[in-house]
């Protein structure tokens, strides 16, 4: 079986659309496939069409969420949820266009355990917004080690034991562009076009990406800790020797301001170091309250009776872990 899984924020009139491009181009395989939805939080008819959707046709499941959890988590429910030897995740816009999905399959039948779709810019992507992309790929392998292709996006295949693996991982907020690419096996990539999206508009702001690009780098690197001390060594350095400056200057020459280059080297350059430091610090402090807390990646609100909630999916919420088969290590 082939799954492919779908997150949907606010999707509503891209569902039908996407599921008859995908039953189009999957018709001719002979695999079995089942397209998994997950419904992360809309406020519009995006679950009332899947379910609309799910009892018509028996391969399509959904899943809502309680509320809207992020596309990552979102993304990972739907993970969990699909029963297939291969997973493919896509988005609902149709930005990820289906007609490549039959290329991803075939890389995969040549052995290759994950398949990356890496995307073509078209013309109506801004310079800006191009330039910013391939300079946070670049930015991220270089703090990371982990070599992210610009293009990459979240439009992949996934063999079932890559799959366990992921869902093996029991931290909280999940990189998963750049955890596919540190997990290693037989890679294969497939260029695509970004289409333009099919209906509605995109909930993914400036802020968001901002946010997520961060997510990325913070969950994967210490560099940035590491990049502050280094940024305080040198201040500090910078602070003695300006101090033994101000110490010789007053004793050497009498016309000299007093308190001026002690003011500015005692109390600028130290402390602009130290709250750049400081602000690093308490992301990552805060990475740490929030896997102590432990709390749920994700909360299942209810499912299409074809998708209700198995045991797979109630642990990739919780991030319980997995041996080797898969199978759910029993809580020490």
């Not at 992020?70 to 266009?97: C, E, K, T, W, Y």
């Not at 016309?255 to 402390?271: C, E, K, R, Y």
Request: charged content about 20%.
């Amino acid at each position: 079986m082939i799954s492919i899984v779908v997150p949907a924020c606010n999707e509503a009139d891209n569902i039908a659309e996407l599921h008859a491009r995908l039953r189009a181009v999957l018709a001719p395989l002979p695999d079995r496939w089942e397209l998994v939805f997950i419904d992360d939080g809309s406020r519009d008819a995006t679950w009332a069409r899947i379910v609309a959707l799910a009892a018509t046709d028996e391969r399509v499941r959904g899943v809502r969420l309680s509320r809207t959890f992020g596309h990552q988590n979102a993304l990972l429910a739907g993970l969990a949820a699909a029963r297939g030897a291969a997973v493919i995740s896509m988005d609902a816009d149709l930005q990820h266009p289906p007609e490549v999905v039959p290329q991803l399959i075939a890389r995969w039948r040549e052995g290759n355990a994950i398949v990356h779709g890496v995307r073509r810019d078209p013309a109506f992507v801004t310079p800006w917004k191009k330039a910013s992309s391939r300079l946070y790929y670049r930015l991220f392998s270089y703090l990371s080690g982990v070599d992210l292709q610009p293009g990459a996006a979240d439009f992949r295949l996934l063999d079932r034991q890559v799959l366990n693996e992921i869902l093996a991982f029991p931290e909280e907020g999940l990189f998963l562009r750049g955890l596919v690419h540190w997990i290693g096996y037989d890679t294969a990539s497939v260029e695509f076009d970004c289409a333009e999206r099919f209906a509605g508009r995109t909930a993914y702001t400036p802020r968001k990406m901002l946010s997520l690009a961060w997510h990325g780098i913070s969950s994967f690197s210490l560099v940035p800790l590491r990049i502050a001390i280094l940024i305080g060594l040198v201040s500090s350095t910078l602070a003695f020797f300006g101090t033994g400056y101000a110490i010789l200057g007053k004793w050497l020459d009498h016309d000299v301001i007093p308190g001026w280059a002690s003011t500015i080297v005692i109390v600028s350059l130290p402390f602009s170091a130290l709250f750049a430091f400081l602000a690093i610090l308490a992301e990552y402090v805060g990475r740490v309250a929030v896997e102590v807390r432990g709390r749920p990646r994700f909360i299942v609100r209810e499912t299409t009776p074809a998708a209700a909630q198995d045991p797979p999916l109630r642990d990739a919420a919780r991030g319980r872990p997995r041996d080797d088969r898969g199978v759910p290590r029993s809580p020490s």
